[in-house]
């Protein structure tokens, strides 16, 4: 069993920068791919960013390629999206997640661990 939980969320003017990180309990984060999510009000849940479990491969969303860097840091079982040039449409509830397959998916069914979320809230 893994438990995440996210922090970093925010309130921030638009073309600002926050960064969430997601902390990881268990000895297998090492093993697992991460991927980051988000839900606006209204709106389902969309995929954002994935990692494999080495770091070594990456995928984004077209909304946030160029804008959003995610990466890993094993040793600490944390995961990190940077989010840079934010907009009014970044506005979103974020969610990390956990793979146990430990390769980069975009499908929200394949991953098998959820954290609660943290609120990213973008003025403009």
């Known amino acids: 069993q893994v438990q995440l939980v996210e922090s970093g969320g925010g309130l921030v003017q638009a073309g600002g920068s926050l960064r969430l990180s997601c902390a990881a309990s268990?000895?297998?984060?090492?093993?697992?791919?991460m991927g980051w999510f988000r839900q606006a009000p209204g709106k389902e849940r969309e995929f954002v960013a994935a990692?494999?479990?080495?770091?070594?491969?990456?995928y984004y969303a077209d909304s946030v390629k160029g804008r959003f860097t995610i990466s890993r840091d094993n040793a600490k079982n944390t995961v990190y999206l940077q989010m840079n040039s934010l907009k009014p449409e970044d506005t979103a509830v974020y969610y990390c997640?956990?793979?146990?397959?430990?390769?980069?998916?975009?499908?929200?069914?394949?991953?098998?661990?959820w954290g609660q979320g943290t609120q990213v809230t973008v003025s403009s």
């Open positions: 268990g000895r297998a984060f090492s093993r697992y791919a």
């Open positions: 997640a956990a793979d146990r397959r430990g390769v980069v998916t975009m499908e929200a069914y394949e991953y098998d661990y």
């Open positions: 990692i494999n479990w080495s770091g070594g491969s990456t």
